[in-house]
T-cell receptor
Framework: SQTIHQWPATLVQPVGSPLSLECTVE??????LYWYRQAAGRGLQLLFYSVGIGQISSEVPQNLSASRPQDRQFILSSKKLLLSDSGFYLC?????????FGQGTRLTVV | GDSVTQMEGPVTLSEEAFLTINCTYT??????LFWYVQYPGEGLQLLLK?????DKGSNKGFEATYRKETTSFHLEKGSVQVSDSAVYFCALSLGGTYKYIFGTGTRLKVLA
Protein backbone atom coordinates (compact mmCIF):
# COMPACT_ATOMS: atom_id res chain seq x y z
CA SER A 1 0.00 0.00 0.00
CA GLN A 2 1.02 3.58 -0.51
CA THR A 3 2.20 5.74 2.37
CA ILE A 4 3.45 9.26 2.70
CA HIS A 5 5.98 10.41 5.27
CA GLN A 6 6.45 14.00 6.27
CA TRP A 7 8.80 15.37 8.91
CA PRO A 8 9.31 16.95 11.29
CA ALA A 9 5.86 17.16 12.88
CA THR A 10 6.62 20.37 14.75
CA LEU A 11 9.26 23.01 14.19
CA VAL A 12 10.09 26.30 15.84
CA GLN A 13 12.56 28.44 13.95
CA PRO A 14 13.87 32.00 14.40
CA VAL A 15 13.28 34.67 11.78
CA GLY A 16 16.03 34.64 9.18
CA SER A 17 16.93 30.99 9.65
CA PRO A 18 16.80 28.43 6.80
CA LEU A 19 14.10 25.79 6.41
CA SER A 20 14.00 22.30 4.97
CA LEU A 21 10.89 20.12 5.14
CA GLU A 22 11.00 16.70 3.57
CA CYS A 23 8.30 14.46 2.21
CA THR A 24 8.65 10.97 0.81
CA VAL A 25 6.13 8.63 -0.74
CA GLU A 26 6.27 4.85 -0.74
CA UNK A 27 4.44 2.26 -2.77
CA UNK A 28 3.86 4.21 -5.95
CA UNK A 29 5.93 5.54 -8.83
CA UNK A 30 5.88 8.88 -10.62
CA UNK A 31 3.31 10.44 -8.27
CA UNK A 32 2.14 14.01 -8.58
CA LEU A 33 3.42 15.78 -5.47
CA TYR A 34 2.16 18.89 -3.73
CA TRP A 35 3.00 21.29 -0.93
CA TYR A 36 0.11 23.10 0.72
CA ARG A 37 0.12 25.64 3.51
CA GLN A 38 -2.66 26.33 5.96
CA ALA A 39 -2.12 29.67 7.67
CA ALA A 40 -3.95 30.46 10.89
CA GLY A 41 -7.63 31.08 10.19
CA ARG A 42 -7.29 30.40 6.50
CA GLY A 43 -7.85 27.53 4.11
CA LEU A 44 -5.40 25.40 2.24
CA GLN A 45 -3.23 27.23 -0.21
CA LEU A 46 -1.37 25.31 -2.90
CA LEU A 47 2.27 26.39 -2.87
CA PHE A 48 3.99 24.03 -5.30
CA TYR A 49 3.22 20.97 -7.34
CA SER A 50 5.38 18.60 -9.31
CA VAL A 51 4.54 16.11 -12.03
CA GLY A 52 8.06 14.66 -12.27
CA ILE A 53 11.69 14.84 -11.17
CA GLY A 54 13.00 18.37 -11.46
CA GLN A 55 9.61 19.70 -12.60
CA ILE A 56 8.26 22.23 -10.14
CA SER A 57 5.38 24.64 -10.60
CA SER A 58 4.90 27.51 -8.19
CA GLU A 59 1.42 28.73 -7.51
CA VAL A 60 2.13 31.84 -5.50
CA PRO A 61 5.19 34.11 -5.28
CA GLN A 62 6.79 33.80 -1.87
CA ASN A 63 9.80 33.22 0.24
CA LEU A 64 9.80 29.49 -0.34
CA SER A 65 11.11 27.08 -2.94
CA ALA A 66 10.61 23.40 -3.68
CA SER A 67 12.73 20.68 -5.20
CA ARG A 68 12.19 17.12 -6.32
CA PRO A 69 15.58 15.40 -6.41
CA GLN A 70 14.10 11.90 -6.63
CA ASP A 71 10.86 10.48 -7.97
CA ARG A 72 9.26 10.09 -4.56
CA GLN A 73 10.96 12.87 -2.62
CA PHE A 74 9.69 16.43 -2.37
CA ILE A 75 11.48 19.12 -0.36
CA LEU A 76 10.25 22.53 0.73
CA SER A 77 12.95 25.07 1.53
CA SER A 78 13.61 28.63 2.50
CA LYS A 79 16.89 30.52 2.80
CA LYS A 80 15.53 33.01 5.32
CA LEU A 81 12.26 32.49 7.16
CA LEU A 82 9.79 35.29 7.74
CA LEU A 83 7.21 35.54 10.50
CA SER A 84 4.52 35.17 7.82
CA ASP A 85 5.88 31.73 6.93
CA SER A 86 4.33 30.31 10.09
CA GLY A 87 1.60 27.78 9.44
CA PHE A 88 0.72 24.16 8.93
CA TYR A 89 2.48 22.64 5.92
CA LEU A 90 1.02 19.61 4.24
CA CYS A 91 2.62 17.39 1.65
CA UNK A 92 0.38 15.37 -0.62
CA UNK A 93 0.54 13.01 -3.54
CA UNK A 94 -2.17 12.22 -6.02
CA UNK A 95 -3.14 9.40 -8.27
CA UNK A 96 -5.84 9.85 -10.89
CA UNK A 97 -8.68 11.39 -8.91
CA UNK A 98 -7.61 11.32 -5.28
CA UNK A 99 -5.02 13.12 -3.15
CA UNK A 100 -3.37 11.62 -0.07
CA PHE A 101 -1.94 13.82 2.63
CA GLY A 102 0.89 13.54 5.10
CA GLN A 103 0.45 14.30 8.77
CA GLY A 104 1.72 17.84 8.35
CA THR A 105 4.41 20.03 9.88
CA ARG A 106 3.44 22.84 12.19
CA LEU A 107 6.00 25.59 11.68
CA THR A 108 6.24 28.50 14.07
CA VAL A 109 8.62 31.30 13.16
CA VAL A 110 9.61 33.37 16.18
CA GLY B 1 -10.63 30.70 -12.54
CA ASP B 2 -11.54 27.48 -10.84
CA SER B 3 -12.65 27.88 -7.24
CA VAL B 4 -14.50 26.32 -4.32
CA THR B 5 -16.73 28.24 -1.94
CA GLN B 6 -17.74 26.85 1.44
CA MET B 7 -20.07 28.18 4.05
CA GLU B 8 -18.43 30.14 6.80
CA GLY B 9 -17.97 28.49 10.14
CA PRO B 10 -17.79 27.65 12.86
CA VAL B 11 -20.85 25.45 12.98
CA THR B 12 -21.93 24.38 16.46
CA LEU B 13 -24.49 21.59 16.83
CA SER B 14 -25.83 19.38 19.57
CA GLU B 15 -25.24 15.66 19.35
CA GLU B 16 -27.73 13.88 17.06
CA ALA B 17 -28.56 17.07 15.16
CA PHE B 18 -28.73 17.18 11.36
CA LEU B 19 -25.70 18.61 9.58
CA THR B 20 -25.42 20.44 6.29
CA ILE B 21 -22.25 22.15 5.10
CA ASN B 22 -22.71 23.95 1.82
CA CYS B 23 -20.15 23.80 -0.97
CA THR B 24 -20.35 25.28 -4.45
CA TYR B 25 -17.75 25.29 -7.15
CA THR B 26 -16.68 27.01 -10.33
CA UNK B 27 -14.77 24.98 -12.86
CA UNK B 28 -13.96 25.03 -16.55
CA UNK B 29 -14.60 21.40 -17.29
CA UNK B 30 -15.82 18.35 -15.43
CA UNK B 31 -14.16 18.18 -12.03
CA UNK B 32 -14.09 15.44 -9.48
CA LEU B 33 -15.38 16.62 -6.10
CA PHE B 34 -14.19 15.71 -2.63
CA TRP B 35 -14.80 16.25 1.04
CA TYR B 36 -11.76 16.00 3.29
CA VAL B 37 -11.79 16.03 7.09
CA GLN B 38 -9.08 17.31 9.40
CA TYR B 39 -9.23 16.19 13.01
CA PRO B 40 -7.37 18.28 15.60
CA GLY B 41 -3.61 18.06 15.19
CA GLU B 42 -3.77 15.81 12.15
CA GLY B 43 -3.46 16.02 8.39
CA LEU B 44 -6.34 15.69 5.97
CA GLN B 45 -8.23 12.49 5.35
CA LEU B 46 -10.50 11.79 2.44
CA LEU B 47 -14.08 11.52 3.67
CA LEU B 48 -15.91 10.94 0.39
CA LYS B 49 -15.78 11.75 -3.29
CA UNK B 50 -17.81 11.86 -6.48
CA UNK B 51 -16.37 11.83 -9.96
CA UNK B 52 -19.33 12.68 -12.18
CA UNK B 53 -22.68 14.42 -12.12
CA UNK B 54 -25.41 12.83 -9.97
CA ASP B 55 -22.91 10.57 -8.20
CA LYS B 56 -23.42 10.31 -4.45
CA GLY B 57 -20.40 9.85 -2.23
CA SER B 58 -20.92 8.41 1.22
CA ASN B 59 -18.84 7.35 4.20
CA LYS B 60 -19.28 7.14 7.99
CA GLY B 61 -22.87 8.38 7.71
CA PHE B 62 -21.88 11.43 5.66
CA GLU B 63 -23.27 11.95 2.16
CA ALA B 64 -22.82 14.43 -0.68
CA THR B 65 -24.34 14.48 -4.15
CA TYR B 66 -22.59 15.97 -7.19
CA ARG B 67 -25.12 18.46 -8.59
CA LYS B 68 -23.97 19.80 -11.92
CA GLU B 69 -27.02 22.01 -12.45
CA THR B 70 -26.39 23.92 -9.24
CA THR B 71 -22.59 23.35 -9.21
CA SER B 72 -22.86 22.13 -5.64
CA PHE B 73 -21.59 19.31 -3.45
CA HIS B 74 -23.20 19.84 -0.04
CA LEU B 75 -22.15 17.62 2.84
CA GLU B 76 -24.91 16.11 5.02
CA LYS B 77 -25.20 13.82 8.00
CA GLY B 78 -28.42 12.84 9.67
CA SER B 79 -27.15 12.57 13.25
CA VAL B 80 -23.79 14.03 14.25
CA GLN B 81 -21.63 12.79 17.10
CA VAL B 82 -19.09 14.54 19.31
CA SER B 83 -16.39 12.61 17.45
CA ASP B 84 -17.39 14.38 14.22
CA SER B 85 -15.92 17.63 15.54
CA ALA B 86 -13.31 18.61 12.98
CA VAL B 87 -12.63 20.93 10.06
CA TYR B 88 -14.25 19.90 6.78
CA PHE B 89 -12.81 20.91 3.41
CA CYS B 90 -14.57 20.76 0.08
CA ALA B 91 -12.26 20.36 -2.90
CA LEU B 92 -12.22 19.81 -6.62
CA SER B 93 -9.70 18.44 -9.03
CA LEU B 94 -9.48 18.76 -12.75
CA GLY B 95 -7.39 15.82 -13.81
CA GLY B 96 -5.63 17.57 -16.64
CA THR B 97 -4.23 20.26 -14.36
CA TYR B 98 -3.11 17.85 -11.64
CA LYS B 99 -4.14 20.41 -9.05
CA TYR B 100 -6.53 20.23 -6.17
CA ILE B 101 -8.40 23.38 -5.22
CA PHE B 102 -9.76 23.59 -1.69
CA GLY B 103 -12.36 25.68 0.01
CA THR B 104 -11.46 27.57 3.15
CA GLY B 105 -12.78 24.84 5.42
CA THR B 106 -15.69 24.76 7.85
CA ARG B 107 -15.06 24.04 11.50
CA LEU B 108 -17.72 21.82 13.09
CA LYS B 109 -18.12 21.56 16.84
CA VAL B 110 -20.55 19.02 18.24
CA LEU B 111 -21.63 19.39 21.85
CA ALA B 112 -22.69 16.47 24.03
Amino acid sequence: SQTIHQWPATLVQPVGSPLSLECTVEGTSNPNLYWYRQAAGRGLQLLFYSVGIGQISSEVPQNLSASRPQDRQFILSSKKLLLSDSGFYLCAWSHVTEAFFGQGTRLTVV
Amino acid sequence: GDSVTQMEGPVTLSEEAFLTINCTYTATGYPSLFWYVQYPGEGLQLLLKATKADDKGSNKGFEATYRKETTSFHLEKGSVQVSDSAVYFCALSLGGTYKYIFGTGTRLKVLA
